[in-house]
């Protein structure tokens, strides 16, 4: 017998010609719309239609569709400058195309990521990592997605150039690349680690580097992003100690943390309300581990 998926309220509106079926009195699938046909705008807008399902045997195609109709959203959301949106949109198609069982969709990652870095030349090395970040562990691809939208906010307020925000994106998609070397269990514990359990875990930002120098592709800036994005400037940091850090990986250190201050501690129930992370970050920059210039750069870019 065939199998049907019910389709997501939500996504209803993005898919354009694959076929719809709904569920009828007498238990039975029957066809509601048939290929190519296009859903009643006006239907859609009042909600009057009823749970629809695709044919398990349409999965791929309806996924491709999907992913192509987000794309083309996301693309037109970046052109507006919508950035909470923006943001809204990449975690999604990541996560769709993420799902396991769901290969289309993996392949259609490389054109968001191509959107999102302006057709930068290394995606398909980029892909290779987000994918070895994925297979270690979800927890840690969400929170790479999280880092790279709030950078794309940041440079989108403070009207970096196209180029630097490109480079900003790449180097907040790799900056915990290295993590993907290390044991999912240490990366996704939410205890407090070990002495012995945080020496392995400080070794994330140069295996990350190692990573990245063999493809020659990646610039310095980038390199140094994964290097040194748990350094501070108060020379606090790991894995050297270092004071004089560059702006970008100053940045993305900042974002960082924010991010697993708030979003990535969400799963462990100890989830700090954004503003409550911003006070617990202010304590950090008034000890002198972050810039109180940069500091502000950000908050503005989260308040407005
Ligand atoms: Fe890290
Ligand atoms: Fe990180």
């Known amino acids: 017998m065939a199998e049907y998926i019910i389709v997501k309220k939500s996504q209803v509106s993005l898919f354009k010609t694959i076929p719809f079926y709904y569920h009828t009195q007498n238990g039975d699938y029957a066809l509601y719309k048939k290929k190519g046909d ?47 949106e923006v943001r809204h949109t990449l975690e999604y198609i990541i996560e769709e195309a993420l799902t396991p069982g769901q290969e289309n969709g993996m392949n259609a990652l490389p054109e968001t990521l191509n959107i999102l870095l302006g057709r ?25 997605v999280n880092v790279t939208a709030l ?29 993907s070397q290390i044991d999912k269990n240490l990366v996704e514990t939410s205890k407090r680690l070990t002495d012995e359990q945080f020496k392995i875990y400080t070794t ?6 190692d990573m990245i120098i063999q493809s020659t592709d990646f610039n310095t800036a980038i390199q140094k992003v994964a290097l040194e994005h748990h350094e501070r ?50 304590e950090e920059v008034l000890r002198g581990k972050f810039s109180k210039e940069l500091f502000k750069k950000f908050t503005s870019c989260l308040v407005k």
Do not use: W
């Open 38 to 84: 296009r859903l009643d705008e006006s239907r859609l807008q009042k909600n009057r239609y009823p749970d629809l399902y695709i044919l398990d045997a349409d999965r791929d195609e309806a996924m491709a569709e999907l992913i192509a109709a987000l794309n083309k959203d996301f693309e037109k959301k970046i052109t507006d400058g919508k950035l909470k």
């Open 120 to 144: 930068y030349q290394n995606d398909n090395q980029a892909m290779e990592y987000l994918r070895k970040i994925d297979s270690n562990s979800p927890i840690l691809i969400k929170h790479t």
């Open 151 to 179: 950078t794309l906010q940041f440079c989108f307020f403070h009207k970096f150039s196209e180029s630097d925000t490109r480079q900003l994106a790449m180097a907040a998609l790799l900056h915990d690349v290295g993590s």
């Open 204 to 209: 994330h930002p140069k295996m990350g580097h």
């Open 233 to 282: 400037i108060d020379g606090t940091g790991y894995p050297s100690g270092l004071k004089r850090l560059t702006s970008y990986s100053q940045l993305i250190g900042l974002i960082d943390s924010y991010e697993s201050l708030t979003y990535r501690a969400k799963l462990f129930r100890k989830a700090k309300k954004p503003f409550d992370t911003l006070n617990l970050i202010k």
